[in-house]
Every structure is written in structure tokens, then in C-alpha cells.
Nanobody
Framework: QVQLVESGGGLVQPGGSLTLTCVAS????????IGWYRQVPGKQRELVAA????????YTDSAQGRFTIYREDSAVKTVYLQMNNLKTDDTAVYYC????????????WGNGTLVTVSS
């Protein structure tokens, strides 16, 4: 079994920064990817950024240049999403997901952490 736990969300003003943390535990395959997704009510969950166990990152256009995804250890058990220059459009519940390859969406999700960008 796999567990993913997100933390670090909160209220921040436009232009501010937050760092989200995803901690993975359980039966994690050696080849894996952890991705950060976000969702707002009425919209589909969308990818923000992902990183493989080898450290290869992937960013969507909305995250490129403002967000940085990185991991604490080679086993990809703790992954961070540093978010800078936040915009009101970044307001969402952020989830982490465990998959095998960089472009996969796996079956494992955390419960999410809410990020609110507002003045």
C-alpha cells in the first residue's frame, strides 16, 4: 500500500511564495514519478509539475519559471513544490500523485492541501 501526505498550503498574497511538501510511504517501486496536480471546483484536476526518481522534472506552462519541483532524496519519498510569484489563478487544492513514468498518472493520490492566493 502507498500513502501520500501533502502539507504546506495556506493563504498568501499575490506575488508571495509557498512551499508544498509531499511525503510518500509504503511500497514504492524503484522507478517512479511524483507529480503535483491542482484542482478548482468545477474543473478537472491538472498537472502542475512532476519529478522522476532520477531527478528529471517536468513543468506545465503555468508553472514554468515560477515553480520549482525538487526531491529530498533519491528514493523520491519527499518531494517539494516551491511556488514563487503566486497569482490568484493559482488558488486550488494541490494534490500529489505517484506514478511510474514522467507522463503517467498513477492510482495513488493524497488528500490535498489548499492554496489560497488573495489580497
Amino acid at each position: 500500500q502507498v500513502q501520500l501526505v501533502e502539507s504546506g498550503g495556506g493563504l498568501v498574497q499575490p506575488g508571495g511564495s509557498l512551499t508544498l511538501t509531499c511525503v510518500a510511504s509504503g511500497s514504492i517501486m524503484p522507478i517512479n514519478t511524483i507529480g503535483w496536480y491542482r484542482q478548482v471546483p468545477g474543473k478537472q484536476r491538472e498537472l502542475v509539475a512532476a519529478i522522476t526518481n532520477a531527478g528529471t522534472p517536468r513543468y506545465t506552462d503555468s508553472a514554468q519559471g515560477r515553480f520549482t519541483i525538487y526531491r529530498e532524496d533519491s528514493a523520491v519519498k519527499t518531494v517539494y513544490l516551491q511556488m514563487n510569484n503566486l497569482k490568484t489563478d493559482d488558488t486550488a487544492v494541490y494534490y500529489c500523485n505517484l506514478a511510474k513514468y514522467l507522463r503517467d498518472v498513477g492510482p495513488y493520490w493524497g488528500n490535498g492541501t489548499l492554496v489560497t492566493v488573495s489580497s
